[in-house]
């Protein structure tokens, strides 16, 4: 397959709005600004071009309240791009479309309800046969799913064999110092025991942000919770994420309006771009586009309930108004690398046109040291296609979100990844009724 060629020789974009929805990410959006700062200067240095970035007026008093750190709910957060790539000069309001408020409301759980959605979500994935079916496709993220799972039966394990050791000892204590109350030697040993595997399990989770496992665990459990269907709060959000997309298209100023989705957020995205479509573009609707990056669809398309979700790749992927170029790695073990989440899903129409799968080739855009220094940091890894590369190729984040090319003009041409995988796979391929 390749993009559509006819707008190959567009006008340049002097103005652009990009949406950037992030993953199953609890952080503040202050973080994708200022990484986005760090990595477009080292980028312009490498590929010898000029981008610098501001602060965005806020033009509401909610957004006003964003910019400076205060919780909003679904209100964007964003700031200003200027460059001159290729010697054209262009500007781009760029906002991140926030649900990091849900992300850590799901992940406000005690120890022992994350060990129930442990078994919770390994019971659906397993016996609804999406496990599986996964694998087929590709081992990493599916590998990286189950080291949660792994990891925190590990720390259960550990804090079991402390419980015991601390009781033995205990005990072995206790029968020196009163033999006579035989009966009441094992007590002390259990209320110790019982204090330090807890503890042992507390400092586990407080040191999540080196093991990860908590995190993922209730990220997992998130997409996996109602079987593959959206939870009311992210669908409620999607809902305002529309509207935000809605009003930025009425203002009709852009050149380009460029959605991105990174991880979760792709199939955020997805469901996001397909009802802004479904109710229709104004009459002077600029050139939009839809960049995904490290997608982990099959992990929520693969699942009984998720009806949605897949009507609306069923839909948007015929779609002539956007052009979708979806981008990842065989390098990145988080993301289903290659897949079409279109067809491995099973839902794709006679008449697909997106998206069109390409590889952003890590061994090949990263210098063989850095490739070195990040092969293992797999979550480092996960978020390369919103850094710098040292020897980019025909993907470079800064040049699609800054850059006087759309999305579609950029990869008119293009042909997909040889070795992308185009096989549906998925067991469930319900859509829901339009």
Request: proline share 6%; glycine share 6%; net charge positive.
């Amino acid at each position: 397959m390749q993009a559509d060629g006819a707008a190959a020789q567009a006008a340049p974009v002097r103005m652009r709005r990009v949406f950037y929805i992030p993953g199953y990410d609890p952080i503040h959006p202050r973080r994708y600004r200022e990484l986005y700062r760090k990595e477009a200067a080292a980028q312009a240095k490498i590929s010898g071009y000029d981008i610098a970035i501001a602060r965005q007026q806020p033009k509401t008093p909610d957004q006003d309240a964003a910019q400076h750190g205060t919780a909003v709910q679904g209100r964007p957060y964003g700031w200003q791009v200027s460059a001159c790539i290729d010697g054209q000069h262009t500007k781009t309001d760029f906002s991140v479309l926030v649900w990091s408020d849900i992300v850590r409301e799901s992940m406000e759980t005690s120890i022992a309800a994350t060990y129930v959605q442990l078994l919770r979500t390994a019971w659906i994935y397993i016996t609804s046969g999406t496990l599986r079916r996964l694998m087929w496709l590709r081992k990493g993220p599916v590998i990286a799913a189950l080291y949660p799972v792994g990891m925190l039966l590990l720390q259960a394990l550990l804090a079991l064999i402390l419980f015991g050791a601390v009781s033995a000892v205990c005990r072995a204590l206790m029968t020196q110092i009163v033999p006579q109350l035989w009966w009441l030697v094992p007590l002390p040993g259990w209320g110790l025991g019982l204090w330090a595997s807890v503890a042992l399990l507390r400092w586990f989770k407080v040191q999540d942000g080196r093991f990860f496992a908590y995190y993922l665990m209730h990220d997992y459990a998130y997409s996996a919770a109602a079987h593959g269907a959206n939870p009311p709060a992210l669908e409620a959000r999607i809902a305002v994420f529309k509207q935000e997309i809605q009003r930025a298209l009425a203002e009709g100023t852009m050149d380009e309006l460029l959605v991105v989705g990174h991880s979760s957020g792709a199939h955020v995205g997805i469901s996001v771009l397909a009802d802004v479509l479904r109710e229709g573009l104004p009459a002077d609707a600029p050139e939009i586009g839809f960049l995904t990056l490290g997608q982990v669809v099959p992990m929520v398309s693969f699942l009984p309930r998720a009806e949605r979700l897949r009507a609306d790749l069923r839909y948007l992927s015929q779609r002539a108004e956007i052009a979708w170029i979806d981008v990842s790695a065989p390098g990145d073990g988080c993301a289903f690398a290659l897949c079409d989440p279109v067809a491995v899903s099973g839902v794709a129409p006679p008449e697909k046109r997106w998206p069109l799968v390409i590889s952003a080739a890590f061994t090949q855009t990263l210098s063989p040291a850095r490739w070195a220094a990040l092969r293992w940091r797999f979550f480092r890894l996960h978020f390369q296609y919103l850094c710098a590369f040292d020897q980019p190729g025909d993907y470079d984040y800064f040049c699609v979100t800054a850059g006087a090319q759309t999305l579609r003009a950029r990869y008119a041409g293009r042909r997909a990844s040889m070795s992308r995988i185009d096989v549906a796979a998925s067991k469930f391929t319900s859509v829901k009724l339009e």
